[in-house]
């Protein structure tokens, strides 16, 4: 897959136009906020409570629309869903993917700031 896919280069852009020189404070914040987020998901599903799964999911999921990383906005939507229907059996999948396409945005959230 192409960065592109990864990540919304126009929302970035938009953001680093409109935080100027609080971008990469607000990249880093995001970095630091998924990393505990996906704790927290690995928690809720082994400990098969599928409301925090649901509730951490959909907070990610909006942090990734605002930052710009489609995909990882579409996994965590998938994991509310779940959450939603109190339907976890995929939970660890669903998280394994959401750690997958993270650590891809991480490191092409990192290019971008350096560039």
Known sequence: MSDQQHLDHEALTELRDVMEDEFNILINTFLQDADERLRQLSEAARAE?????????????????????PILAECC??????????????????VAAIEEELATVSEQLRRYVRE
């Open 77 to 94: 939507f998938a994991a509310e869903q779940a959450g939603r229907e109190d339907n976890l059996s995929q939970s660890g999948q669903q």
């Open 49 to 69: 409570d599928a409301d925090s799964f649901r509730k951490v999911a959909h907070s990610f999921k909006g942090s990734c629309i605002n930052i710009g990383a």
